[in-house]
């Protein structure tokens, strides 16, 4: 079992505010992982970490299994990284991008870079300045893959584009991760996009890595309980794994990760008139849980062998 | 047969497209034998994940729904008789019991759900089971 | 990777060069007598003597610190503000061939079009009985000594513009300072000249360097 990305406690602070908070987190060789969080948890500053953009003030970072403070550039030629808002020199055509890309990367497939340009119809002497965003981001997309990276890094790679682009950056993902032995590490704000297409999620809140575990068990764990009361409903209910609890009318919203015994029997303690325990989609997960009030935030993470443990990372 | 998958579900993507298999082998829409798209295939067609699409086709074969013909692909599998007609009904009691507390909530009467249940085996097309007593 | 890398930085600079380019030829036209070509005073003896008590240093000079100043910070700063370093930096290179590929290239442009005005004023004054003085080369010293300080002000410029600095004052410091040291310099004798140049390009090459590594990008 082979890691293509792993951090140790990887931190930065901004002055005072910990924009990254002792982050530790792998990802598999050949999975895909979407990183999760709102705007300001430090998504943006971790991947930037990791691709020498952004100097961590405390931990370490292996990629390809090379510790990144001295990637080699034959281990930089293997990772791909394609930045928020997919920059590049706006003056240069399709083709003059697709050359000086070319230049630094022993491997180049031109085939496949052509492929992509064609299936979108754009012609290789365009000027970058002049696409639509959603061209854009293939055109970046496509001088990523070219050179058949093993390690793909994407930070926001949809941010902006509408929904029918969107698919069709989807799609060029999806073709991607079929061809065997791609990781990829990408951040989003579009949840159905992560449901779809990656097998893992982290969650960051507030610089921490709340959650990291498969997909489906995110969602899964995540529940809202819709408490009726005769009478007044409590205060400020003590349940263990309690992530917000909001008034709503004469009864109370819970929103809770896992539903063990304890839980259930501390519920039941508060003794609802009934007792309403409702599922939630990705989407919704995602907002209940980081939507609560962030100090009383149980974080879950989970090992990559399945195993379940609630781990508290970085600071409270 | 169309796929469909629902991202923003609550159920997860791959037990949408096992339910959707599932229930188009009852129908008869999708008869043994038949083979379903490759992996690859479904999951450019989805925009799913490949790894999604291979789950629900390892779930369905791990039932028995499906199996895998080595280099050939992934095919509707011959309905199989694997359990005791005693166990077959007991399975066939829980699922009903479900189904009768839940009409029961929603306000039906027996006589009501006697017809309601025959409209709708009508309506399901029922394909050929196995019959085994 | 190098060819592409030089080929962008002269592409990028391509306007400020033909700015600099145009610039000088404006400023240096009188003194090529543009307003006399075609009439038989274009080949006269002119009153002044060429390069020793004439102004083309003063307009030389007018013409190149700006050049250099302006091409240091469009290399520099430039691409954070389009944020492209996010599309360069990570390819397989070290960072330092990056930013050294930059600075020859700067650095090139502006000896190039330093020596190009030379040259040209040179080759003007050297047609045979337009000048009071024989041309010597040596009468162009004080130009390239110009162009030596020209050098300092760039790098001083491409440290102002990677620098990371919060406050607009602090982050034109250095091509400031560049400024007032090329000044002083200019007015030095020879070896002096180069000298103190070169140790205050080695200082704001220390920095640049420093600060391409370390910054946040």
């Known amino acids: 079992m082979s890691y293509a990305i792993q951090t140790e406690r990887l931190t930065k602070h901004y002055g005072d505010r910990r924009v990254v908070d002792s982050l530790s987190l792998q990802v598999l060789t050949g999975s895909v992982y979407g990183l999760l969080g709102r705007n300001g948890a430090g998504k943006s500053t971790l991947i930037k970490m990791l691709m020498g953009m952004v100097r961590p003030d405390a931990g370490q970072a292996e990629l390809l299994g090379q510790n990144i403070d001295n990637l080699s550039n034959c281990t930089r030629a293997r990772i791909a990284y394609l930045a928020e808002g997919h920059p590049l020199y706006g003056w240069m055509s399709i083709d003059d991008a697709a050359r000086f890309t070319r230049s630094f990367y022993p491997r180049w497939n031109d085939k496949l870079f052509s492929q992509i340009i064609e299936h979108f119809e754009l012609s290789r002497c365009q000027k970058y300045r002049r696409l639509s965003r959603g061209q854009q981001a293939q055109v970046s997309l496509a001088l990523a893959v070219a050179p058949e990276p093993e390690l793909l890094i994407l930070d926001d790679p949809t941010l902006g584009l509408d929904t029918v682009v969107r698919r069709d950056f989807l799609e060029s993902l999806i073709q991607i991760i079929q061809r065997q032995g791609h990781t990829i590490l990408f951040s989003s704000h579009i949840l159905s996009d992560v449901e779809r297409v990656a097998e893992r999620v982290g969650v960051m809140v507030n610089g921490v890595l709340r959650v990291d575990c498969p997909t489906d068990t995110f969602r899964e764990q995540v529940r809202k309980l819709v408490l009726e009361f005769s009478g007044h409903p409590p205060e400020s209910p003590k349940i263990p794994g309690l992530v917000s609890c909001r008034q709503a009318g004469a009864g109370l919203e819970l929103v809770l990760v896992g539903y063990d015994d304890a839980q259930r029997e501390a519920v039941e303690a508060l003794d609802p008139r009934s007792i309403a325990v409702l599922d939630l989609n990705l989407e919704d997960a995602f907002i209940e849980y980081t939507r609560g009030p962030r100090r009383s935030l149980p974080s879950f993470a989970m090992e990559n062998d399945d195993a379940q443990s609630t781990r508290d990372q970085g600071a409270a | 047969m169309e796929f469909q998958c629902d991202p923003t579900s609550r159920v997860p993507i791959y037990r949408q497209l096992m339910d959707q298999i599932r229930q188009a082998v009852a129908r008869g829409r999708l008869r043994p034998g038949v083979r379903l798209p490759s992996v690859r295939t479904l999951s450019r067609e989805l925009v799913v994940n490949p790894n999604t699409i291979a789950r629900t086709y390892t779930e369905l074969e791990r039932e028995g729904v499906l199996h895998t013909r080595q280099g050939l692909g992934v095919f509707v599998a011959a309905p199989q008789a694997d359990l005791s007609a005693a166990a077959r009904r007991e399975r066939l009691a829980t699922a009903l019991d479900r189904f009768l507390t839940e009409a029961f909530h929603l306000g039906f009467s027996a006589d009501e759900l006697q017809s309601a249940i025959t409209k709708r085996i009508r309506a399901f097309q029922f394909a050929d089971s196995v019959s085994n007593t | ?217």
Not at chain 3, 62 to 83: C, H
Not at chain 3, 104 to 132: D, E, K, T
Not at chain 3, 164 to 189: C, I, K, N, Q
Request: proline share 4%; with cysteine.
């Open chain 3, 1 to 217: 990777m190098l060819k592409a890398l030089v080929i962008k930085e002269l592409r990028e600079s391509a306007g400020v060069v033909a700015l600099a380019l145009i610039a000088m030829i404006v400023v240096c036209a009188e003194l090529h007598g543009i307003d006399e070509i075609g009439t038989p005073r274009f080949l006269e003896i002119r009153d002044r003597f060429p390069f020793v008590s004439d102004d083309f240093f003063s307009r030389f000079a007018l013409v190149i610190f700006p050049l250099a100043a302006v091409l240091g910070i469009k290399q520099s700063a430039w691409e954070l503000g389009q944020n492209s370093y996010q599309f360069l930096l990570h390819r397989p290179v070290q960072r330092s061939f990056v930013f050294n590929t930059k600075i020859i290239v700067g650095c090139g442009l502006v000896f190039v079009i330093g020596g190009l005005a030379i040259v040209a004023y040179a080759l003007r004054v050297a047609i045979p009985g337009s000048s009071p003085t024989p041309f010597l080369w040596s009468m162009t010293a004080d130009e390239w000594q110009i162009v030596l300080c020209a050098l300092v002000v760039y790098l001083g410029a491409f440290l102002s513009g990677i620098r990371p600095a919060h406050w607009f004052g602090t982050r034109l410091a250095p091509v400031m300072t560049a400024g007032g040291a090329a000044f002083v310099f200019s007015f030095l004798s020879g070896w002096l000249a180069f000298i103190a140049s070169a140790l205050v390009a080695a200082l704001y090459l220390a920095g640049i360097f420093y600060y391409a590594n370390d910054r946040d990008y």
